[in-house]
């Protein structure tokens, strides 16, 4: 059995490189998983945002970049949203077949919808502690993005028990 270290993605700027909350994401991810060739698997999600190249391949240049092995990187680079990562990258993991824990490193406003999510996907999920994102963002910005978690967290919820009760996820 295998941890795999979940790394939500964030905003790339227009010159490709990863924004402050992406960093900050894969450093949390880095800080548990640590660099080498063993350890727990990583696994970005996310796919173009307003600037391309895809979230996930940001992420995986970062990782690479701090001497993390090749192998212990896999990609999702297809998702738009958080269920939607949650869903694509659940497939790769069943596929796998050997999952036993997914560690979520993500902003601290976004951890625990995160989890919740692979909760309820089936999958023994923890949040990973993050930097605050507040100082970084602003009082008010911080605030509009916890207010989005307070709606997002219960439709995702319930959408993905509904689809897991169904079996098509």
């Known amino acids: 059995m295998a941890d795999y270290i979940v790394i939500f993605g964030a905003a790339v700027r227009a010159d490709g490189s990863p924004s402050g909350s992406l960093q900050r994401r894969c450093q949390t991810a880095l800080r548990h998983g640590g660099a080498g060739a063993l350890g727990p698997c990583y696994l970005p999600t996310g796919g173009v945002g307003r600037h391309g190249p895809a979230e996930a391949l940001v992420m995986r240049e970062w990782l690479l970049q701090q001497g993390v092995a090749e192998s212990r990187v896999l990609l999702e680079c297809e998702a738009r949203d958080t269920l939607q990562s949650v869903r694509l990258c659940s497939r790769i993991l069943r596929r796998r077949g050997d999952a036993d824990a997914v560690w979520v490193a993500?902003?601290?406003?976004?951890?625990?919808?995160?989890?919740?999510?692979?909760?309820?996907?089936?999958?023994?999920?923890?949040?990973?502690?993050?930097?605050?994102?507040?100082?970084?963002?602003?009082?008010?910005?911080?605030?509009?993005?916890?207010?989005?978690?307070?709606?997002?967290?219960?439709?995702?919820?319930?959408?993905?028990?509904?689809?897991?009760?169904?079996?098509?996820i």
């Open 106 to 168: 993500t902003s601290g406003y976004h951890g625990p919808r995160c989890t919740l999510l692979f909760r309820l996907a089936g999958f023994d999920s923890h949040r990973l502690p993050a930097e605050a994102d507040r100082p970084h963002l602003g009082s008010a910005k911080w605030l509009r993005y916890l207010l989005k978690e307070l709606i997002a967290t219960p439709w995702d919820a319930a959408w993905l028990l509904w689809h897991r009760f169904r079996r098509t």
